[in-house]
């Protein structure tokens, strides 16, 4: 399941709910990511995050269905905020489900890996010194590249 929204979320009632009636699975891995205050030595008093509506959906249901079809997941759900957002806001939450930890945990990194880097999402950080884009760093492309192997 995925969702691209303004809102924002509450993270213990998406597990809850990810999670409800299922007695299949052993191994729940989350990841959240939040706006922090200051990013690189600057100081970001807000984050806007950009997409196009449709084909960013679409995109990011494409490499949900990747992570599942690489590893054994019994549910997954990734929820990216866009809009205006400020230091302390959640942005993304990542869950992967699965019967063993080993699956949950790679599905959740490869799934945080295609965001930092690949998703067709456009961050723009404001601080004291104006507005930037936001440019995946060498280290996010070295930690994405992995997975374009075949075991990843």
Request: proline share 3%; glycine share 8%; aromatic share 6%.
């Amino acid at each position: 399941m995925i969702r691209v929204q303004t809102e924002d979320f509450d993270i213990g009632a998406e597990m809850a709910r990810l999670l409800r009636g299922r007695t299949d699975i052993g191994a729940v891995v989350s990841f959240t990511g939040l706006v922090r205050d200051v990013t690189g030595g600057a100081s970001v008093s807000s984050m806007e995050l950009e997409h196009y509506p449709g084909m960013t959906e679409r995109e990011l249901a494409r490499i949900e269905a990747e992570a599942n079809a690489r590893w054994r997941l019994q549910a997954s759900l990734i929820i990216h905020r866009v809009g205006k957002l400020e230091p302390g806001d959640n942005i993304v939450l990542v869950i992967t489900a699965s019967a063993h930890r080993e699956d949950a945990f790679r599905a959740a990194e490869f799934l945080m890996d295609y965001l930092k880097t690949r998703a067709p999402l456009w961050k723009r950080e404001g601080g004291p010194e104006g507005a930037r884009w936001v440019e995946a760093r060498a280290s996010d492309d070295a930690a994405a590249a992995k997975w374009d192997e075949k075991d990843g």
